[in-house]
């Protein structure tokens, strides 16, 4: 399988994973023109659109390519229907398309419907997990976005986080705040200042790595529920994470 990342609007991915026989699936494309570009630049055959959510920075693109693709089908959660989903699909379920077959995972918190596309080692989830962060909540509770995370921390260590914004420094910025002492995250943040300096993206990034660097699969550790004003074990972790992606929307 080839992974190829698409910038797009100010900050989105748009991804595509190819087969060997250049087919491909679309993943939230922001808008369209990038996507036609890259079809044609590389002769690569598109088989399905998948959708994690229904915001516009990640359907944008979608009438435009079925346009071009009209027998394209479009998968994606019931909040994606309006958006042009063709396919509704939901948690256990299992795409299978050509040489691809993929797991659908239920992530709600970002939106309540929020889903993501897990083909190892590849997770396509949107705007849950971030590299050094995670989705604000704008529909979903504290509760549910702390499960969708404990789900995707559940999955291999080699599982690559290909998410759809890039956020890293800006996220590793609040998490230095937070750990100030943590030599990983510092060491990290410093290369991944190097790498936007020289205009390079940092996704993806590992599950490894994120285990190491992101303040929001770390809630259990007891320095930082101190950090932001908890008394270490005195609440339910969701219950610091509620606290901490607070803390982050203020920041």
């Not at 549910?144 to 559940?154: G, P, R, T, V, Y």
């Not at 690559?160 to 002492?181: D, G, M, R, W």
Request: glycine share 4%; aromatic share 8%; charged share 20%.
């Amino acid at each position: 399988m080839k992974l190829i990342r698409l910038p797009a609007l100010s900050d989105n991915y748009i991804w595509l994973l190819c087969d060997e026989d250049k087919c491909c699936v679309v993943i939230d494309p922001a808008e369209s023109h990038p996507v036609m570009e890259i079809l044609a630049a590389n002769q690569l055959i598109p088989v399905a659109i998948l959708l994690t959510h229904h915001h516009y920075d990640h359907v944008g693109g979608v009438a435009d390519l079925c346009k071009q693709y009209p027998e394209l089908p479009v998968y994606g959660p019931e909040e994606t229907r309006s958006k042009g989903a063709t396919h509704i699909i939901h948690e256990h379920n299992v795409i299978n398309i050509d040489h691809f077959s993929f797991q659908i995972i239920a992530l709600p918190g970002h939106t309540l419907g929020h889903i993501a596309f897990y083909q190892a080692p590849y997770l396509f989830c949107g705007d849950t997990l971030f590299s050094g962060g995670c989705g604000r909540l704008f529909e979903g509770t504290a509760e549910q976005m702390f499960s969708s995370l404990e789900k995707i921390a559940s999955l291999p260590d080699d599982t690559l986080i290909c998410c759809a914004h890039e956020y890293t420094a800006a996220n590793l910025k609040f998490a230095q705040s937070v750990l100030p002492e943590n030599q990983t995250i510092h060491d990290y943040y410093k290369k991944i200042i190097e790498l936007r300096e020289n205009n390079q993206a940092t996704v993806p990034t590992t599950l490894q790595t994120e285990r190491k660097i992101n303040v929001f699969l770390n809630c259990h550790d007891l320095d930082l529920q101190k950090n932001i004003g908890i008394k270490p074990n005195s609440m339910p972790l969701s219950s610091v994470f509620q606290q901490l992606r607070a803390y982050k929307d203020r920041f």
